[in-house]
């Protein structure tokens, strides 16, 4: 079955710096990319995806990339804020009825 | 208001006594999915339904039970449980049958402990 790995585990970023987090993936099929946020307390919320046809998504400060033949993508960050302290996940998903998921990235943004 | 809610947010129990958790959405979604989040490990699937009436087990169903009778219900349901089921449960939905190549919406959890 298809294996996710997230990388680092923890990031600690001062306010206004970037954040990186990277992913890899091992199911050449998988061809949907969502990543989640998940603030203290709270259900996992979509921040943004890209899929399998697209190298590159913006929203804002947030940026996902996303190379098929190395099967890597990558979150970006920009000008972090405190509120985006949280854990977040990368996924990956396909046809096959389910989202695999990153084992998630413990971002802290220090004031 | 668009959500998944489930029932209880908390829940102590000890071994062996049956429980049920319950999980509605309010979005007319197709897919519905069952999540247990523990330290370290991330979200894995327990069980997902495409349809009412249609299951199957994700990656992690030893011990659980679902059903899918109404399009808006899926409960889960642990008929024996162990101390190895405490974790944080998320139920999810989203609109199209498939569920890995839409948004999924999450529930708030339910946080099982089992004595």
């Known amino acids: 079955g298809e294996n996710v790995e997230q990388h680092p585990s923890t990031l600690s970023v001062q306010e206004g710096d970037s954040a990186v987090i990277k992913c890899t993936y091992s199911d050449s099929a998988s061809n949907y990319f969502p990543w989640y946020k998940q603030e203290l307390g709270k259900g996992p919320q979509l921040i943004i995806d890209?899929?399998?046809?697209?190298g590159e998504k913006k929203d804002q400060r947030i940026a996902v990339t996303l190379n098929k033949t190395a099967k890597h993508f990558s979150l970006h960050i920009t000008e972090t804020q405190p509120e985006d302290s949280a854990v977040y996940f990368c996924t990956s998903g396909g046809s096959n009825y389910k989202l695999t998921f990153g084992k998630g990235t413990l971002l802290t943004v220090n004031p | 208001e668009a959500q998944v809610t489930q029932n209880p947010r908390y829940l102590i129990t000890v071994t062996g006594k049956k429980l049920t958790v319950t999980c509605s959405q309010n979005?007319?979604?197709?897919?519905m999915s069952w999540y247990r989040q523990d330290p370290g490990l991330g979200l894995r699937q327990i069980y997902y339904?495409?349809?009412?009436?249609?299951?199957d087990k994700g990656d992690v169903p030893e011990g659980y039970k679902v059903s899918r009778k109404e399009k808006r219900n899926f409960p889960l349901i642990l008929e024996s449980p162990s101390p190895n089921q405490t974790s944080l449960y998320f139920c999810?939905?989203?609109?199209?049958?498939?569920?890995?190549?839409?948004?999924?919406?999450f529930g708030p959890g339910t946080r099982l402990t089992v004595l």
């Open positions: 979005m007319n979604h197709e897919y």
């Open positions: 339904s495409m349809n009412v009436e249609v299951t």
């Open positions: 890209i899929r399998s046809n697209v």
């Open positions: 999810a939905s989203s609109l199209s049958t498939s569920g890995g190549t839409d948004t999924q919406y």
